[in-house]
């Protein structure tokens, strides 16, 4: 008996033994164990869309069990009543019968349509974090063009999602691609046959669509997040400036427990989100759309939000065409082909493209808060302007609709705000990002505005400044800015009581009141008091 | 493993001879530093949470863990009871119907058996986790460059060996053979290219579908449509009478036939483009409803103000004037069906329609 | 009251709400029932301003009601939607001023002196069990999803003019709406669609609309719109907010 527990004791350091005799594992697994990762919340944003795609993976597997593509016309006899006895595709009636007669399949439709547009969100929100701190700059180009290309390769996975249920929305929003196709010039109606296997809407299209869903796209994406999360690994995440944090170091914790904890832990609330919102919110309801028919539309037919701003660009740009010779170049190839080449490219060469301004070559760990580059963060607070005018304008009739706005102008604001507000976008980003930095400089010189109102001998007012270093004899202190948070309210110098933690009631005990030091008794008087005085 | 540690400020001690990784008096903790210290790893600041092992605050933080753990066990329970037993079968009702709640049910228990999960692993690294600051090299960058000039070596000189380039008449051969190897890799993809033909310029109102006649109008049920069946501003999808006119095998033929009232039927009469002469049949017009931007059914018909509106993208249409667009992104007007009514007293179409519908194309104007 | 009539006199100057002598009828002679004589009284006192004497309409003000029927005239009054109040890009429904009973007398009325459509008698409005709810799913996505959306949650129309919501629509008034085509809506008369096919039509709106939401809540029934601003105000935010707690410093 005694023996046996022993025996227990020793095993895992026995099979690890084992392991190391035959692949000599103590140091590389060491290298890992102790990997020192920084922490900031935002550096968990791409994290939320990695583990989103994990359970795409999970609830799509699930959905394949039940899913036929097939064009295939059938009658349906579910359990859905509104629908009984309609002719519709194979693909519909299997999507249907997922919804209604498999036992918890409309949750995981659901999970699998809310995780795909959690993955795009969080893949948005990312962006955005990795763009404005500057973190795609050199070494790490190659990752912020692996993140772009993620972002449309998320984009056709998802479309083409949208479109396998091949209800009466989805298949109004295949209409919409087939047309766009259509308009490249020269070979648009030849792109278009090819897609569909003939004329619009062909019988090919769902089962093509269907391989590209679950096994090109899917492997396309798996392999460039491994590639860009190998790479965040083999580079080292960037981290924020701040005490002792240089360009060749990286301050934080280790990979294991801390970090690993940490992002298991996070990825069961990503997984809990999900989750909510399948359960709690109806997504994407293909039963009251009805089978795709050519002549059925709805009123306010949108696609997914990440194809928003497509559709919404396709709204608003001008019916100009091109005809000449006898061909023609529809209006649509402009957004449709051309804006979305633009959407690709610009993105993809920008670290590239900033080089070249900023003429700046060097190696970059430290990454730079966005009012210290008021140029970046202008350009990137335009495409954001640009982007949600673009995706407002997709749901422009539900807008229209609901706010009592006439849909007419609707289209013309949207036009308009698309010229307007991205330049005055940037301009305001712009100055708000200097006088952001003007006042991190003012705060270094002067000190932290106490809230004090002294009046002096002659009458003047002015508020008291505690400076946050030994001030010279004009009263100014020569700290240098570096590029991290400055320290504005007086209870981040804790010159207040620090809260306390705990959500309703304390964890800890307040600290204890500093004793009425010596002669006049009041708290907290004593040096600080002093100190005050001097600024000014 | 906190709590085998001594307690104490982490800071570095400066260590003059290297620690003895063998010797049996080492602490575990010191091999651990001494491996960070390997690595490249310097401790700037650890501590255990709770140096004291099993105050009351530490115990408060492991049954609160606790706590969602078990309340992750249970809904997850809950999940397992719920998904078995809770009705779940489609059936109409109000919000007092359970089977409305299974999906919300198991949303809400699933939501809360992975969240109580995530929350109590959390906490357990945000709680009871030694605080810890770590500090590790980087060494980002190019290699050393006695590397790069030794692997640089490496690989011209496998270059040479392979000796491409001294004898270019290999180089050429191998290009010819491997590009048109590459090139025929790609012909399978070829198997989904299809010659449009005249596919996209015709519809199923076009005679070759009906044996050389032309085709009538019906619903989407299949029943013929009588002019006197459509209402003075009203509006009806027709379909070509052929077989299959009403599927998606004739996915371009759906179209919009409307009754205009008199004075707007003369006005659309009077402004009809040369090609759409003679094509109304009394007050009754019929349009393509296949929009010219990109192909959604445009379908919205305002009876008053004659607008025909396309959903997707709002193109607005003028019917009284050829159904030319007067506002959004769509720059051709809305094909015509020339219509009339047969001996029978059925409508059919004339002819098929005389420009080709839907989207714009290349090639559209070379019919 | 003046004002009131002011604001209809003003209305009417650019409305022009019912399709006209679509169902002219020679004016009927015969004297009136005791119900479309009530229902003369009440026109007499509120509609003759802005449709005239005997609903012959007057110019820039009102259309003539000879032969839109009584289905548009009670469609109209019991929906709130006339009298107008006030100039809009078109009525909007809104508390009726009339009793369904006076909305009775008046469409008796204008039914005697012009005919035009009428709800059948033997079409059952009040109990829709037996109805074809497919079939009407089907007419329904062909002839009034595009208008009204597939939840009949309506939906814009061009410069500000829009399709209603069908939710707060009685059965009966979705017929009426149908036969006559009240502003810019189409006609669907019984001869294009038949009194069975109406109904088939209206069960299925009545069923979806009060079928409880499958899998949670619909967040509107407005399709992808706000599924798109859910997971930005309830999945981003939630998990962003994770995030700030995962990352603090504790």
Same mark, same amino acid.
């Not at chain 1, 527990?5 to 035959?22: F, H, I, S, Y």
């Not at chain 1, 699998?112 to 547009?117: D, I, K, N």
């Given at each position: 008996?005694?023996?046996?527990?022993?025996?227990?004791?020793?095993?895992?350091?026995?099979?690890?033994?084992?392991?190391?005799?035959?692949?000599?594992?103590?140091?590389?697994?060491?290298?890992?164990?102790?990997?020192?990762?920084?922490?900031?919340?935002?550096?968990?944003?791409?994290?939320?869309?990695?583990?989103?795609?994990?359970?795409?993976?999970?609830?799509?597997?699930?959905?394949?069990?039940?899913?036929?593509?097939?064009?295939?016309?059938?009658?349906?006899?579910?359990?859905?009543?509104?629908?009984?006895?309609?002719?519709?595709?194979?693909?519909?009636?299997?999507?249907?019968?997922?919804?209604?007669?498999?036992?918890?399949?409309?949750?995981?439709?659901?999970?699998?349509?809310?995780?795909?547009?959690?993955?795009?969100?969080?893949?948005?929100?990312?962006?955005?974090?990795?763009?404005?701190?500057?973190?795609?700059?050199?070494?790490?180009?190659?990752?912020?063009?692996?993140?772009?290309?993620?972002?449309?390769?998320?984009?056709?996975?998802?479309?083409?999602?949208?479109?396998?249920?091949?209800?009466?929305?989805?298949?109004?929003?295949?209409?919409?691609?087939?047309?766009?196709?259509?308009?490249?010039?020269?070979?648009?109606?030849?792109?278009?046959?090819?897609?569909?296997?003939?004329?619009?809407?062909?019988?090919?299209?769902?089962?093509?669509?269907?391989?590209?869903?679950?096994?090109?796209?899917?492997?396309?994406?798996?392999?460039?997040?491994?590639?860009?999360?190998?790479?965040?690994?083999?580079?080292?995440?960037?981290?924020?400036?701040?005490?002792?944090?240089?360009?060749?170091?990286?301050?934080?914790?280790?990979?294991?427990?801390?970090?690993?904890?940490?992002?298991?832990?996070?990825?069961?609330?990503?997984?809990?989100?999900?989750?909510?919102?399948?359960?709690?919110?109806?997504?994407?309801?293909?039963?009251?759309?009805?089978?795709?028919?050519?002549?059925?539309?709805?009123?306010?037919?949108?696609?997914?939000?990440?194809?928003?701003?497509?559709?919404?660009?396709?709204?608003?740009?001008?019916?100009?065409?091109?005809?000449?010779?006898?061909?023609?170049?529809?209006?649509?190839?402009?957004?449709?082909?051309?804006?979305?080449?633009?959407?690709?490219?610009?993105?993809?060469?920008?670290?590239?493209?900033?080089?070249?301004?900023?003429?700046?070559?060097?190696?970059?760990?430290?990454?730079?808060?966005?009012?210290?580059?008021?140029?970046?963060?202008?350009?990137?607070?335009?495409?954001?302007?640009?982007?949600?005018?673009?995706?407002?304008?997709?749901?422009?009739?539900?807008?229209?609709?609901?706010?009592?706005?006439?849909?007419?102008?609707?289209?013309?604001?949207?036009?308009?705000?698309?010229?307007?507000?991205?330049?005055?976008?940037?301009?305001?980003?712009?100055?708000?990002?200097?006088?952001?930095?003007?006042?991190?400089?003012?705060?270094?010189?002067?000190?932290? &505005?106490?809230?004090?109102? #002294?009046?002096? +001998? /002659? *009458?003047?007012?002015? @508020? %008291?400044?505690?400076?946050?270093?030994?001030?010279?004899?004009?009263?100014?202190?020569?700290?240098?800015?570096?590029?991290?948070?400055?320290?504005?309210?007086?209870?981040?110098?804790?010159?207040?009581?620090?809260?306390?933690?705990?959500?309703?009631?304390?964890? &800890?005990?307040?600290?204890? #009141?500093?004793? +009425? /030091? *010596?002669?006049?008794? @009041? %708290?907290?008087?004593?040096?600080?008091?002093?100190?005050?005085?001097?600024?000014? | 493993?906190?709590?085998?540690?001594?307690?104490?400020?982490?800071?570095?001690?400066?260590?003059?001879?290297?620690?003895?990784?063998?010797?049996?008096?080492?602490?575990?903790?010191?091999?651990?530093?001494?491996?960070?210290?390997?690595?490249?790893?310097?401790?700037?600041?650890?501590?255990?949470?709770?140096?004291?092992?099993?105050?009351?605050?530490?115990?408060?933080?492991?049954?609160?863990?606790?706590?969602?753990?078990?309340?992750?066990?249970?809904?997850?329970?809950?999940?397992?009871?719920?998904?078995?037993?809770?009705?779940?079968?489609?059936?109409?009702?109000?919000?007092?119907?359970?089977?409305?709640?299974?999906?919300?049910?198991?949303?809400?228990?699933?939501?809360?058996?992975?969240?109580?999960?995530?929350?109590?692993?959390?906490?357990?690294?945000?709680?009871?986790?030694?605080?810890?600051?770590?500090?590790?090299?980087?060494?980002?960058?190019?290699?050393?460059?006695?590397?790069?000039?030794?692997?640089?070596?490496?690989?011209?000189?496998?270059?040479?060996?392979?000796?491409?380039?001294?004898?270019?008449?290999?180089?050429?051969?191998?290009?010819?053979?491997?590009?048109?190897?590459?090139?025929?890799?790609?012909?399978?993809?070829?198997?989904?290219?299809?010659?449009?033909?005249?596919?996209?310029?015709?519809?199923?109102?076009?005679?070759?579908?009906?044996?050389?006649?032309?085709?009538?109008?019906?619903?989407?049920?299949?029943?013929?449509?009588?002019?006197?069946?459509?209402?003075?501003?009203?509006?009806?999808?027709?379909?070509?009478?052929?077989?299959?006119?009403?599927?998606?095998?004739?996915?371009?033929?759906?179209?919009?036939?409307?009754?205009?009232?008199?004075?707007?039927?003369?006005?659309?009469?009077?402004?009809?483009?040369?090609?759409?002469?003679?094509?109304?049949?009394?007050?009754?017009?019929?349009?393509?409803?296949?929009?010219?931007?990109?192909?959604?059914?445009?379908?919205?018909?305002?009876?008053?103000?004659?607008?025909?509106?396309?959903?997707?993208?709002?193109?607005?249409?003028?019917?009284?004037?050829?159904?030319?667009?007067?506002?959004?992104?769509?720059?051709?007007?809305?094909?015509?069906?020339?219509?009339?009514?047969?001996?029978?007293?059925?409508?059919?179409?004339?002819?098929?329609?005389?420009?080709?519908?839907?989207?714009?194309?290349?090639?559209?104007?070379?019919? | 009251?003046?004002?009131?009539?002011?604001?209809?006199?003003?209305?009417?100057?650019?409305?022009?709400?019912?399709?006209?002598?679509?169902?002219?009828?020679?004016?009927?002679?015969?004297?009136?029932?005791?119900?479309?004589?009530?229902?003369?009284?009440?026109?007499?006192?509120?509609?003759?301003?802005?449709?005239?004497?005997?609903?012959?309409?007057?110019?820039?003000?009102?259309?003539?009601?000879?032969?839109?029927?009584?289905?548009?005239?009670?469609?109209?009054?019991?929906?709130?939607?006339?009298?107008?109040?006030?100039?809009?890009?078109?009525?909007?429904?809104?508390?009726?001023?009339?009793?369904?009973?006076?909305?009775?007398?008046?469409?008796?009325?204008?039914?005697?002196?012009?005919?035009?459509?009428?709800?059948?008698?033997?079409?059952?409005?009040?109990?829709?069990?037996?109805?074809?709810?497919?079939?009407?799913?089907?007419?329904?996505?062909?002839?009034?999803?595009?208008?009204?959306?597939?939840?009949?949650?309506?939906?814009?129309?061009?410069?500000?003019?829009?399709?209603?919501?069908?939710?707060?629509?009685?059965?009966?008034?979705?017929?009426?709406?149908?036969?006559?085509?009240?502003?810019?809506?189409?006609?669907?008369?019984?001869?294009?669609?038949?009194?069975?096919?109406?109904?088939?039509?209206?069960?299925?709106?009545?069923?979806?609309?009060?079928?409880?939401?499958?899998?949670?809540?619909?967040?509107?029934?407005?399709?992808?719109?706000?599924?798109?601003?859910?997971?930005?105000?309830?999945?981003?935010?939630?998990?962003?907010?994770?995030?700030?707690?995962?990352?603090?410093?504790?």
């Amino acid at each position: 008996m005694k023996r046996r527990k022993l025996d227990v004791k020793q095993l895992p350091a026995k099979a690890a033994g084992e392991l190391d005799d035959r692949f000599q594992l103590a140091s590389p697994l060491r290298k890992v164990l102790t990997k020192v990762f920084p922490d900031h919340w935002s550096f968990l944003l791409g994290e939320i869309a990695l583990f989103s795609f994990i359970v795409l993976l999970l609830t799509g597997t699930f959905l394949a069990l039940f899913f036929d593509p097939s064009m295939t016309e059938v009658h349906y006899e579910g359990a859905y009543a509104p629908l009984r006895g309609i002719e519709m595709s194979k693909a519909y009636e299997s999507s249907l019968n997922l919804s209604f007669d498999v036992r918890g399949g409309l949750i995981l439709r659901q999970m699998h349509h809310w995780a795909a547009l959690l993955f795009m969100a969080a893949i948005v929100v990312h962006m955005g974090r990795t763009f404005f701190t500057g973190a795609f700059r050199k070494p790490r180009e190659t990752n912020w063009l692996i993140g772009v290309l993620l972002f449309w390769l998320g984009f056709a996975e998802g479309f083409i999602g949208y479109s396998l249920p091949d209800d009466a929305l989805s298949g109004t929003g295949l209409r919409i691609a087939g047309g766009i196709a259509e308009s490249i010039p020269l070979v648009g109606s030849w792109v278009s046959f090819a897609l569909f296997g003939g004329e619009f809407p062909g019988d090919s299209v769902i089962p093509m669509f269907y391989i590209l869903h679950v096994f090109l796209l899917p492997g396309l994406l798996l392999a460039l997040i491994g590639v860009h999360v190998g790479l965040v690994f083999i580079q080292k995440h960037t981290q924020w400036p701040g005490p002792k944090r240089t360009e060749h170091n990286v301050i934080g914790y280790r990979m294991f427990p801390n970090y690993v904890s940490k992002q298991g832990g996070f990825f069961m609330l990503v997984f809990a989100v999900i989750a909510l919102m399948a359960g709690l919110f109806q997504i994407n309801p293909i039963w009251m759309f009805g089978p795709y028919r050519a002549e059925v539309v709805s009123a306010g037919s949108q696609p997914d939000f990440y194809v928003m701003f497509l559709d919404g660009i396709v709204r608003l740009f001008p019916a100009w065409e091109i005809r000449a010779f006898g061909f023609t170049v529809p209006a649509v190839f402009w957004p449709g082909i051309v804006g979305m080449g633009l959407f690709t490219m610009l993105p993809l060469m920008y670290p590239f493209l900033e080089r070249r301004f900023t003429k700046d070559k060097a190696h970059h760990n430290l990454l730079q808060r966005p009012r210290d580059v008021p140029a970046r963060a202008g350009v990137g607070a335009m495409a954001l302007a640009f982007f949600i005018i673009c995706t407002l304008s997709g749901a422009n009739d539900i807008i229209a609709d609901k706010f009592n706005i006439s849909l007419n102008a609707m289209t013309w604001g949207g036009r308009i705000g698309l010229l307007v507000v991205p330049p005055l976008a940037y301009l305001m980003t712009y100055r708000i990002c200097l006088g952001l930095q003007q006042h991190d400089r003012e705060v270094l010189a002067h000190g932290v &505005e106490t809230g004090i109102i #002294k009046r002096d +001998a /002659d *009458g003047r007012f002015y @508020e %008291v400044h505690q400076p946050l270093a030994q001030p010279d004899e004009h009263g100014h202190t020569s700290l240098e800015y570096n590029g991290w948070t400055v320290p504005k309210k007086m209870n981040r110098l804790g010159a207040l009581a620090p809260t306390l933690k705990g959500f309703f009631k304390p964890i &800890e005990q307040p600290a204890p #009141k500093p004793e +009425a /030091d *010596g002669e006049d008794g @009041e %708290v907290g008087d004593g040096e600080k008091r002093e100190e005050i005085t001097a600024g000014k | 493993m906190s709590t085998e540690v001594p307690a104490g400020e982490g800071k570095k001690d400066e260590q003059a001879e290297p620690l003895d990784v063998l010797d049996p008096n080492v602490t575990r903790f010191e091999l651990v530093k001494e491996a960070l210290r390997r690595d490249g790893v310097e401790i700037l600041h650890y501590e255990p949470r709770f140096p004291v092992p099993g105050t009351k605050e530490e115990k408060r933080v492991v049954r609160t863990i606790s706590f969602f753990f078990v309340l992750s066990g249970l809904a997850a329970l809950g999940f397992i009871v719920a998904y078995i037993w809770w009705p779940w079968e489609y059936e109409f009702g109000g919000a007092d119907t359970w089977s409305k709640w299974y999906t919300p049910v198991l949303g809400a228990l699933l939501g809360i058996a992975l969240g109580g999960i995530g929350i109590g692993i959390l906490t357990w690294s945000k709680k009871l986790l030694p605080v810890e600051e770590l500090m590790q090299e980087r060494h980002d960058g190019a290699s050393d460059p006695v590397e790069r000039r030794l692997t640089g070596a490496t690989l011209v000189h496998i270059g040479d060996e392979t000796g491409v380039a001294r004898r270019p008449m290999l180089k050429r051969a191998l290009l010819f053979g491997a590009a048109p190897l590459g090139l025929a890799a790609l012909m399978p993809i070829g198997g989904l290219i299809k010659d449009p033909g005249d596919a996209l310029f015709t519809t199923g109102f076009n005679p070759k579908f009906n044996g050389g006649n032309p085709v009538r109008l019906m619903r989407e049920d299949g029943t013929l449509i009588r002019p006197e069946e459509i209402s003075v501003g009203g509006q009806i999808t027709v379909f070509p009478a052929i077989p299959g006119g009403a599927t998606l095998k004739h996915a371009d033929s759906p179209t919009l036939l409307i009754h205009l009232r008199e004075p707007d039927a003369e006005e659309a009469r009077n402004n009809a483009y040369e090609m759409n002469k003679g094509s109304q049949w009394e007050n009754l017009i019929a349009y393509s409803k296949i929009c010219t931007h990109v192909g959604c059914p445009a379908s919205l018909y305002e009876q008053q103000t004659n607008r025909l509106l396309c959903p997707c993208h709002q193109s607005q249409f003028h019917i009284t004037n050829n159904a030319t667009p007067i506002f959004g992104p769509a720059t051709r007007a809305l094909p015509q069906l020339p219509i009339s009514v047969d001996e029978e007293g059925y409508l059919y179409a004339t002819s098929d329609y005389k420009v080709a519908i839907g989207p714009a194309f290349w090639e559209r104007e070379r019919k | 009251m003046a004002r009131f009539i002011a604001a209809l006199a003003f209305v009417g100057a650019t409305y022009t709400a019912f399709s006209p002598g679509i169902y002219a009828d020679e004016p009927t002679d015969s004297a009136l029932t005791l119900d479309e004589q009530r229902g003369k009284e009440i026109f007499d006192q509120s509609c003759i301003s802005c449709h005239g004497p005997d609903a012959q309409g007057v110019e820039d003000r009102g259309p003539s009601l000879i032969g839109v029927g009584s289905a548009a005239v009670e469609f109209q009054v019991n929906t709130g939607r006339m009298p107008m109040a006030r100039q809009e890009a078109q009525a909007l429904r809104k508390p009726p001023m009339f009793t369904p009973e006076q909305a009775a007398f008046l469409g008796a009325y204008i039914q005697a002196i012009g005919g035009g459509p009428e709800v059948p008698e033997d079409v059952d409005l009040d109990n829709l069990e037996g109805a074809d709810v497919a079939n009407g799913g089907t007419l329904f996505r062909v002839n009034c999803s595009s208008c009204h959306a597939f939840s009949t949650g309506g939906g814009a129309l061009s410069s500000g003019k829009f399709a209603p919501d069908l939710h707060p629509a009685s059965a009966v008034e979705i017929y009426q709406a149908m036969l006559s085509g009240p502003q810019n809506m189409p006609v669907f008369a019984d001869n294009q669609l038949t009194p069975d096919q109406k109904r088939d039509l209206i069960a299925y709106i009545k069923y979806i609309q009060d079928d409880q939401a499958q899998g949670g809540w619909d967040l509107g029934a407005f399709g992808p719109s706000t599924e798109g601003l859910a997971i930005f105000l309830v999945g981003i935010v939630a998990l962003a907010l994770a995030t700030l707690w995962i990352a603090g410093k504790s």
